[in-house]
């Protein structure tokens, strides 16, 4: 079967956010971005425009930039970094200054997938929003929690052991009039209700 070209599946504008105080000034190499970028270009067929900043940790300026993207067309929005309770994390404060509705199951089950790792995880502050018709997501500050936290966890036989968050991406990004996205189930496998699938293209 011939691989269906990319140029059948909708377009998206994604907005990739790194936000750290030293990163930003230089002070060491900043790994969030390329690591939401290459999970992302793995993990969906479409075609991606990529829209990325690295920003320090203040709060107006996260806002701000929040704004930019998801008035410059970007449907979904990924941050990393600024979600602990340190006194310079301030992601979650600036997401939610930006929100028109809520989504607290993102958050939920991040912390789930966390919490089989480390402890520590009750102490990320991680939250969801949309804003007009983007979906803004945080996400941990590692790289392997990153991927850990959209993809999920898989047991042994490569079955799926806890779902990741980007599952109900899709559909909810279709709820909210953005483009149709299609996952690669190898990497994420999109769950939609029958009536929201699309046939199959090619």
């Known amino acids: 079967m011939s691989a269906v070209p990319a140029s059948s599946f909708d377009p998206v504008k994604i907005g990739i956010v790194s936000v750290s105080d030293r990163a930003s000034t230089g002070v060491y190499e900043d790994k969030g971005l390329p690591a939401l970028q290459d999970w992302l270009g793995r993990a969906l067929k479409n075609p991606i425009t990529f829209e990325p900043r690295l920003i320090p940790d203040e709060q107006a300026r996260i806002s701000q930039t929040l704004i930019e993207l998801v008035d410059a067309g970007c449907s979904l929005v990924l941050t990393t970094g600024g979600t602990g309770p340190a006194l310079r994390d301030v992601t979650p404060e600036a997401t939610l200054a930006v929100a028109h509705k809520e989504m607290p199951g993102f958050g939920e089950q991040m912390r789930q997938i966390s919490l089989r790792f480390v402890p520590t995880a009750i102490l990320s502050r991680q939250v969801a929003v949309i804003r007009d018709r983007a979906l803004i997501l945080n996400?941990?500050?590692?790289?392997?929690?990153?991927?850990?936290?959209?993809?999920?966890?898989?047991n042994a036989d490569g079955s799926q052991a806890v779902p990741g968050i980007f599952a109900a991406v899709p559909y909810c990004i279709d709820l909210i009039g953005g483009p149709y996205l299609q996952t690669d189930d190898e990497v994420c496998k999109a769950f939609r209700p029958k009536s929201a699938l699309r046939p199959a293209a090619g």
């Open 139 to 154: 996400l941990p500050g590692q790289p392997k929690a990153i991927a850990e936290t959209l993809e999920g966890l898989k």
